[in-house]
């Protein structure tokens, strides 16, 4: 069985949340879920981030169970493309959300495997009794110089550049995602997370938390609790699926 919680905050330092997440749990041994980070001001991201999440949950809405496992994939991609258009419209017709953007990383769980898709900054992370891997790719200045060696992972958690992304939905008129697949086994975690939550606790916090942090509701919500007693400066957004 699949099972699926999530939390967002506005953190301890941000006025508003711009973030947003949606779940659907769909049958016993299928779920998805979406996780977005907005941003362009104080109003836009906002804009952003749910305009996007209306847009791919609209889409997902139209597919029935089967369809959507003929071609995971193809979904997810589909599903993101839509919510760039969605985006990028909004963005060039009113003017209190032009330039406005957002992250989206997404799920879907099925028989064993993960099919996430990325854009942006926010993650996903496989999370097992052998440790925790990071799935996706971070679209950001700093990444591209960790992936050349330039940094160590340290120097990168610390860059001043880290929050730069190079990619994301409502930019541009097009957008390509990463798409990704994940073998899991009873007792994994699949986390979604936006930056605020990974740039506040470090993988082997992320790690302790979801393998002792007690069930995997309580340990949603612990992992959140944690980034705000640490003074997250951003919002903070955990999705956390659980095999068993």
Same mark, same amino acid.
């Given at each position: 069985?699949?099972?699926?919680?999530?939390?967002?905050?506005?953190?301890?330092?941000?006025?508003?949340?711009?973030?947003?997440?949606?779940?659907?749990?769909?049958?016993?041994?299928?779920?998805?879920?979406?996780?977005?980070?907005?941003?362009?001001?104080?109003?836009?991201?906002?804009?952003?981030?749910?305009?996007?999440?209306?847009?791919?949950?609209?889409?997902?809405?139209?597919?029935?169970?089967?369809?959507?496992?003929?071609?995971?994939?193809?979904?997810?991609?589909?599903?993101?493309?839509?919510?760039?258009?969605?985006?990028?419209?909004?963005?060039?017709?009113?003017?209190?959300?032009?330039?406005?953007?957002?992250?989206?990383?997404?799920?879907?769980?099925?028989?064993?495997?993960?099919?996430?898709?990325?854009?942006?900054?926010?993650?996903?992370?496989?999370?097992?009794?052998?440790?925790?891997?990071?799935?996706?790719?971070?679209?950001?200045? #700093? +990444?591209?110089? $960790? /992936?050349?060696? !330039? =940094?160590?992972?340290?120097?990168?958690? %610390?860059?001043?550049?880290?929050? *730069?992304?190079?990619?994301?939905?409502?930019?541009?008129?097009? #957008? +390509?995602?990463? $798409? /990704?697949?994940? !073998? =899991?086994?009873?007792?994994?975690?699949? %986390?979604?997370?936006?930056?605020? *939550?990974?740039?506040?606790?470090?993988?082997?916090?992320?790690?302790? +938390?979801?393998?002792?942090?007690?069930?995997?509701?309580?340990?949603?919500?612990?992992? %959140?609790?944690?980034?705000?007693?640490?003074?997250?400066?951003?919002?903070?957004?955990?999705?956390?699926?659980?095999?068993?």
């Amino acid at each position: 069985m699949i099972f699926v919680w999530g939390v967002t905050d506005k953190g301890a330092v941000r006025v508003q949340n711009q973030d947003s997440y949606y779940l659907k749990p769909l049958r016993p041994d299928l779920a998805l879920a979406i996780v977005c980070d907005g941003m362009g001001g104080a109003r836009a991201g906002n804009v952003a981030s749910a305009l996007a999440i209306e847009a791919a949950s609209a889409y997902f809405e139209t597919l029935s169970d089967e369809e959507f496992l003929k071609a995971p994939e193809e979904h997810l991609s589909r599903a993101a493309k839509l919510a760039n258009k969605a985006v990028y419209r909004k963005s060039g017709q009113d003017t209190d959300c032009r330039g406005m953007g957002t992250t989206m990383v997404a799920a879907l769980l099925s028989d064993g495997k993960g099919y996430v898709l990325n854009i942006g900054d926010s993650r996903a992370y496989h999370i097992g009794g052998e440790g925790i891997v990071k799935v996706s790719r971070d679209h950001s200045v #700093v +990444e591209d110089m $960790l /992936y050349r060696g !330039e =940094l160590t992972p340290e120097e990168a958690r %610390l860059h001043p550049q880290k929050n *730069l992304i190079t990619r994301c939905l409502g930019v541009e008129p097009e #957008v +390509e995602p990463d $798409l /990704y697949e994940v !073998e =899991l086994k009873e007792g994994d975690f699949l %986390l979604l997370c936006t930056d605020g *939550l990974s740039n506040t606790l470090t993988d082997q916090e992320l790690l302790y +938390e979801a393998l002792y942090g007690g069930s995997g509701e309580s340990c949603c919500k612990r992992m %959140l609790d944690v980034a705000l007693s640490k003074g997250a400066t951003d919002n903070v957004t955990a999705v956390l699926f659980q095999i068993v």
